[in-house]
């Protein structure tokens, strides 16, 4: 059984920082596409950053560009992501994604919920201003 577990988030003030991982468990974790998404309320679950091991990478979402890094220890079977210069608009529960297919076919699309088998079950984010 695949488990993803998410951490990290909290509540921070504008251009603060915060880091979130995710651990995972039950699949060939050195191989699995893995990625981050995000959703606020009222708004499409959308993907932020995607990372593989091998080849390309990693991936972000305009929204993420120059401000969050991916990254991934796979003697630890943890995703992170690093997220400086948090907005208001960063506020959302964020969630981990896993898909052990064919990464190079999943990062083609990564930003789309229906490229990803595996989520986990969310960490708060809240940026005040």
């Known amino acids: 059984q695949v488990r993803l577990t998410e951490s990290g988030g909290g509540s921070v003030q504008a251009g603060g920082s915060l880091r979130l991982s995710c651990a995972a468990s039950?699949?060939?974790?050195?191989?699995?596409?893995m990625g981050w998404f995000r959703q606020a309320p009222g708004k499409e679950r959308e993907g932020i950053a995607a990372?593989?091991?091998?080849?390309?990478?990693?991936y972000y979402a305009d929204s993420a560009k120059g401000r969050f890094t991916i990254s991934r220890d796979n003697a630890e079977n943890t995703v992170y992501l690093q997220m400086n210069s948090l907005k208001p608009e960063d506020a959302a529960m964020y969630y981990c994604?896993?898909?052990?297919?064919?990464?190079?076919?999943?990062?083609?699309?990564?930003?789309?919920?229906?490229?990803?088998?595996?989520w986990g079950q969310g960490t708060q984010v809240s940026v005040s201003s």
């Open positions: 039950g699949l060939g974790y050195s191989s699995a596409c």
């Open positions: 990372i593989y091991t091998g080849g390309g990478g990693p």
């Open positions: 994604a896993a898909d052990d297919g064919v990464c190079t076919a999943v990062m083609t699309y990564f930003w789309l919920v229906t490229e990803w088998k595996y």
